[in-house]
């Protein structure tokens, strides 16, 4: 009788300890698969920006085609080389990216292409104000509001480029070629919670913003010497 007394006490005490413990384990869990599906999203995202630079490395930014164009500027499946738009048409939700829908009012694809000279930025397209084209302000059917430069609560954070041509400058090796091009391609992705725990939104905001850019060459913006007459 002592004895299965004594083994009852102790499945009794079991029971509660797990009672304890299940909790703080489901919720650490949960904590993993959260993490796994941001994680996810930003690897969708940084290899989407991969897909877009290879794109626009291979292409001429200053193309007649592109100035001259009167057709709109928001249409992926002309045949009119459209280069920034174009570019950002390998991001947007097509056959490309199935996974990783963008939001129109807080999401942003941004594209900027830097000619070097001397390992100094020189010059910055599209030329007119900061050197960054948006996805969002460039085509009708978007926000028009330059999302890049916000939180996903539609605050203003930040008033010039991620890459600043002195941060830019700042990542050239020594040795390396002194002219070259770049074209820089950007992803700003607002990541909504998929399980929306309430612990995580206590510590994370949510949405959070996802950042994933890529860099290569733009053979198109490399500095010509000028011809010794």
């Not at 797990?18 to 384990?25: D, F, H």
């Not at 900061?130 to 008033?159: F, I, P, Q």
């Amino acid at each position: 009788m002592f004895r299965t007394l004594k083994h009852q006490r102790l499945r009794g005490q079991s029971f509660v300890e797990l009672a304890l413990i299940l909790p703080v384990l489901l919720m650490m869990i949960a904590g993993l698969v959260e993490v796994g599906f941001y994680v996810y999203s930003y690897l969708t995202a940084l290899e989407l920006t991969r897909e877009a630079a290879r794109f626009a490395s291979l292409r001429d930014p200053f193309a007649l085609d592109v100035v001259g164009s009167t057709l709109p500027d928001d249409a992926c499946s002309d045949s009119v080389l459209h280069y920034y738009f174009d570019t950002a048409c390998i991001i947007l939700d097509t056959g490309f990216n199935p996974t990783l829908p963008l939001d129109k009012s807080i999401d942003d694809v941004t594209i900027s292409v830097l000619t070097i000279s001397g390992n100094v930025v020189t010059n910055r397209w599209p030329a007119d104000g900061d050197g960054v084209w948006s996805l969002s302000t460039a085509s009708n059917s978007w926000s028009g509001n330059e999302s890049w430069t916000k939180d996903c609560e539609g605050n203003v954070v930040r008033t010039e480029p991620f890459f600043t041509n002195a941060e830019v400058e700042a990542m050239f090796q020594p040795g390396a070629p002194v002219n070259k091009g770049l074209v820089i391609v950007e992803v700003w992705y607002c990541y909504h919670q998929v399980l929306n725990l309430p612990i995580l939104s206590d510590f994370l905001p949510n949405p959070i913003r996802l950042h994933a850019y890529s860099m290569m060459p733009a053979f198109e913006a490399i500095p010509t010497p000028t011809p010794i007459p």
